[in-house]
């Protein structure tokens, strides 16, 4: 399976570029709730396609996500194929057993060996949690910022009009249809606050499908491996300086609080809320199918 790092640099790049455009609108705002001054924009100035902006570039950065989210799903069910073919064992030790002579098998016929697959897996998703997590933490507090600013507003709009003609005025510009434009710069925020609470939906959503997927993998992993042996000096199966952003994970799997049972139910609501938020990018993908728990290719695209 390839990995996905590439396209992961890039949308960290894209998203570090909507942050700053929403940084700046979040500050201009916070400059205006404290000087009750909201900016007199040109008369052919759109004050609304900042936010615009940021809507269409989050879109598409969304649908990228989403993508390399799937990818990662597709993995995990690639590696896990073998086990879904073979016989069903009636223990674990001949589950293990029997997987690693497959395992071995393919190996030998060229094929990347399940365990080669999850790596790469884990790796893929530990990078985009690294990503998402934190931004979807700093998205609430931006979010928070700028709906105490519009109340602060919302409550001073006679002022922001007054102090808007008094602006103009001391310019010696005639300003006509202050409280218009001041109501047009409320909803501009407005705009943003909505902008941003959809952003947070979106980033649940594929918060949520990532972290089943990591679960999956890390939980199948330790199935196909050999445990960890203390006598010889090995004490955990993943090392967590390699995983940083998946060893709350790592150690539920060592603490053996991960379940089978508990992951699949969860995932099938995680993915009904993944494919319908994201139905009309996954539908297009080459091999959309496997993507959605059947079969495919798209976790060798």
Same mark, same amino acid.
């Given at each position: =399976?390839?990995?996905?790092?590439? !396209?992961?640099?890039?949308?960290?790049?894209?998203?570090?570029?909507?942050?700053?455009?929403?940084?700046? %609108?979040?500050?201009?705002?916070?400059?205006?709730?404290?000087?009750?001054?909201?900016?007199?924009?040109?008369?052919?100035?759109?004050?609304?396609?900042?936010?615009?902006?940021?809507?269409?570039?989050?879109?598409?950065?969304?649908?990228?996500?989403?993508?390399?989210?799937?990818?990662?799903?597709?993995?995990?069910?690639?590696? /896990?194929?073998?086990?879904?073919?073979? #016989?069903?064992?009636?223990? =674990?030790?001949?589950?293990?057993?029997? %997987?690693?002579?497959?395992?071995?098998?393919?190996?030998?016929?060229?094929?990347?060996?399940?365990?080669?697959?999850?790596?790469?897996?884990?790796?893929?998703?530990?990078?985009?949690?690294? /990503?998402?997590?934190?931004?979807?933490?700093?998205?609430?507090?931006?979010?928070?910022?700028l709906e105490?600013?519009?109340?602060?507003?919302?409550?001073?709009?006679?002022?922001?009009?007054?102090?808007?003609?008094?602006?103009?005025?001391?310019?010696?510009?005639?300003?006509? !249809?202050?409280?218009?434009?001041?109501?047009?710069?409320?909803?501009?925020?407005?705009?943003?606050?909505?902008?941003?609470?959809?952003?947070?939906?979106? /980033?649940?959503?594929?918060?949520?499908?990532?972290?089943?997927?990591?679960?999956?993998?890390?939980?199948?992993? !330790?199935?196909? %491996?050999?445990?960890?042996?203390?006598?010889?000096?090995?004490?955990?199966?993943?090392?967590?300086?390699?995983? #940083?952003?998946?060893?709350? %994970?790592?150690?539920?799997?060592?603490?053996? /609080?991960?379940?089978?049972?508990?992951?699949?139910?969860?995932?099938?609501?995680?993915?009904?809320?993944?494919?319908?938020?994201?139905?009309?990018?996954?539908?297009?993908? #080459? !091999?959309?199918?496997?993507?959605?728990?059947?079969?495919?290719e798209v976790?060798h695209a």
């Open positions: =399976m390839k990995s996905g790092r590439d !396209g992961i640099e890039a949308l960290q790049a894209t998203l570090a570029d909507i942050d700053r455009d929403i940084d700046r %609108l979040v500050q201009v705002a916070a400059e205006v709730a404290r000087q009750k001054s909201v900016p007199d924009l040109p008369e052919d100035a759109d004050d609304n396609s900042g936010v615009e902006a940021i809507a269409v570039a989050w879109d598409a950065a969304c649908r990228k996500l989403a993508i390399l989210i799937a990818r990662v799903a597709a993995g995990v069910d690639d590696a /896990m194929r073998p086990l879904e073919e073979r #016989p069903q064992p009636t223990g =674990m030790e001949r589950l293990k057993l029997g %997987l690693r002579v497959l395992l071995a098998l393919q190996w030998r016929r060229g094929r990347p060996s399940p365990a080669d697959t999850l790596r790469v897996v884990l790796a893929d998703a530990d990078r985009l949690s690294g /990503m998402l997590l934190p931004r979807r933490e700093r998205l609430a507090a931006v979010r928070h910022s105490s600013d519009l109340v602060e507003l919302g409550s001073h709009r006679p002022l922001l009009a007054d102090n808007l003609a008094l602006a103009a005025e001391r310019e010696g510009r005639v300003l006509h !249809g202050a409280a218009v434009l001041a109501e047009q710069y409320l909803q501009t925020i407005q705009d943003l606050v909505r902008n941003l609470n959809a952003q947070l939906g979106a /980033m649940n959503v594929l918060v949520n499908k990532l972290t089943i997927e990591a679960e999956r993998a890390i939980l199948l992993i !330790g199935i196909i %491996l050999p445990h960890p042996n203390p006598a010889a000096g090995t004490l955990r199966l993943f090392e967590t300086k390699n995983l #940083p952003h998946l060893a709350p %994970l790592v150690d539920l799997h060592e603490k053996d /609080m991960l379940s089978s049972v508990e992951i699949e139910r969860r995932k099938t609501v995680i993915d009904s809320r993944f494919f319908a938020s994201f139905s009309d990018v996954l539908d297009n993908l #080459p !091999g959309a199918d496997y993507v959605k728990g059947t079969n495919a976790g």
